[in-house]
């Protein structure tokens, strides 16, 4: 079974750093992209970037440039987000997601999400 | 930067056609997936590429796109099914991925 195992839950002073791993079974962890999305309390869900786990190339949205930092450790099948400076705003859950269909597919980036992790919450407070 | 607009609440009576929608300049131009979130859980994918249905989704679930409008579809609704609901696409201008806002389905 295909599974994606995130870490614990996340208290955080603000203008600290956090970084959520994204563990992968199952399958074949090269091969499928890993999308970070957040939810805060009430919101809705919120795209924040992509990682090719093969090539560790990654993508992140705008809002999020120069505070984010998406890795991967492929000997572990593991792949983590860095979020720095922390604000309350940045209170949420954060989910990884695996892209429907492997990098080698035609269009793999239009097929949305079909593995999520179970979520960790981060709590950014003083 | 591409945005999707879903209304905020739908309604519908057990049994009966729950229909969502998502809007978008040109989103037939796009391929949209459609996502059930319950509090509590991880978001579940219950449409891709428009239409497509993952294994163990019930086929009750059916979506579509056309024009500026993607809609997804849930007939005979069950009380299960309540939840909010999320359309995304890929938008290859920015080269991100995009939500609309979701929208809560109340079944009662």
């Known amino acids: 079974q295909v599974h994606l195992v995130q870490s614990g839950a996340e208290v955080k002073k603000p203008g600290a750093s956090v970084k959520v791993s994204c563990t992968a079974s199952?399958?074949?962890?090269?091969?499928?992209?890993i999308n970070w999305v957040r939810q805060a309390t009430g919101q809705g869900l919120e795209w924040m970037g992509r990682?090719?786990?093969?090539?560790?190339?990654?993508a992140y949205e705008q809002k999020f440039q120069g505070r984010v930092t998406m890795t991967r450790n492929t000997s572990t099948n593991t792949a983590y987000l860095e979020l720095r400076s922390l604000t309350s705003h940045d209170t949420a859950v954060y989910f990884c997601?695996?892209?429907?269909?492997?990098?080698?597919?035609?269009?793999?980036?239009?097929?949305?999400?079909?593995?999520w992790g179970q979520g960790t919450t981060v709590t950014v407070s003083s | 930067s591409y945005e999707m607009s879903q209304p905020p609440s739908v309604s519908v009576s057990p049994g009966q056609t729950a229909s969502i929608t998502c809007s978008g300049h040109?989103?037939?131009?796009?391929?949209v997936s459609w996502y059930q979130k319950k509090p509590g859980q991880s978001p579940v994918m219950v449409i891709y590429?428009?239409?497509g249905r993952p294994s163990g989704i019930p086929d009750r679930f059916s979506g579509s796109n056309s024009g500026n409008t993607a809609t997804l579809t849930i007939s005979g609704t069950q009380p299960m099914d309540e939840a909010d609901y999320y359309c995304?696409?890929?938008?290859?201008?920015?080269?991100?991925?995009?939500f609309g806002g979701g929208t809560k389905l109340t079944v009662l």
């Open positions: 997601a695996r892209f429907f269909r492997p990098v080698t597919s035609p269009n793999y980036l239009y097929f949305g999400m079909d593995v």
């Open positions: 199952g399958y074949t962890f090269t091969n499928y992209e």
């Open positions: 990682l090719n786990p093969n090539s560790g190339n990654k």
């Open positions: 040109k989103l037939e131009d796009k391929f």
């Open positions: 590429q428009d239409r």
């Open positions: 995304q696409a890929w938008d290859s201008n920015t080269v991100t991925v995009v």
